[in-house]
């Protein structure tokens, strides 16, 4: 693999006639994309879809995306009526996302968790944007008996790359579209199953057709509903877990 990947690097170079200056440029580029730490970020938003597109080609069950740089373990896991963590301003319509987790075939998983994270209301993330305290908007809730689950939160904003750092001004010189839309990210899990990371994107955000990372799936474009009588917006999704992949026994 790397053997081809530098093979393909040195075929791109003598097709685009690539001089000195531009070797050097290239190789300062790289240089300040490791001192800024944006090679998470770089590599999640320009290559994890195709790995996600690639290792998921034949699962069962809901689609999924990708992760992205900016999941944190240890959420807390959230007791009724399982509100995410946030200031008491926190700004973003209010929402409950709600549905059930069954298997590939439709049965309830009774204890499935949902890992729940989102950027607040100007597209930032806590725990990575020092704007923000470090824990809100991250949580983990469990389904019911009938695979039911809840999560209250505010709705997000789009996220665009920072536009100072080395992966920005490759968006800005190549005439990319820094931006990702809105959305949600989970992780769902169950024993026995595969876990499945996806995010879901708000149909009302800007951007859906030109994700930056590539990680805009139709099916997981939601359409928050108002209900009368109430000031939270509802989304309505039910995941689907593949069975754990069967690993070799001797
Ligand atoms: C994000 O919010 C994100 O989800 C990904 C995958 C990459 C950069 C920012
Ligand atoms: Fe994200």
């Excluded at 389904?143 to 790359?161: K, M, Q, S």
Aim: charged share 20%; hydrophobic share 45%; with cysteine.
């Amino acid at each position: 693999m790397a053997k081809d990947l530098l093979a393909r690097l040195h075929a791109a170079i003598a097709e685009h006639d690539v001089t000195y200056d531009e070797f050097q440029a290239a190789k300062q580029w790289l240089i300040d994309v490791g001192e800024a730490g944006e090679w998470p970020l770089f590599l999640d938003v320009f290559v994890e879809f195709a790995v996600e597109r690639n290792a998921f080609r034949d699962r069962a069950g809901s689609p999924g995306t990708i992760l992205g740089p900016f999941h944190l373990p240890g959420a807390p896991l959230l007791s009724a009526p399982f509100e995410l963590p946030r200031r008491p301003d926190e700004r973003g319509d209010r929402v409950v996302f709600s549905g059930r987790v069954t298997d590939a075939a439709g049965e309830p998983l009774d204890g499935a968790e949902l890992d729940v994270w989102h950027a607040d209301a100007d597209g930032f993330y806590s725990g990575f944007a020092p704007s923000l305290p470090a824990d809100i908007l991250r949580g983990k809730v469990l389904t019911d008996a009938d695979g039911r689950y809840e999560v209250r939160t505010v709705l997000p904003a789009p996220y665009t790359i920072p536009l100072d750092g080395p992966t920005g001004r490759l968006c800005s010189v190549a005439g990319w579209s820094p931006w990702r839309p809105a959305h949600v990210h989970l992780i769902v899990s169950a024993e026995g199953h595969e876990p499945l990371v996806t995010q879901l994107f708000l149909a009302s955000s800007d951007h859906l057709a030109t994700d930056i990372a590539s990680a805009t799936k139709e099916e997981l474009i939601v359409h928050p509903e108002a209900q009368a009588g109430s000031d939270e917006l509802v989304v309505t999704y039910d995941f689907a877990l593949a069975p754990a992949a069967v690993s070799a026994t001797v």
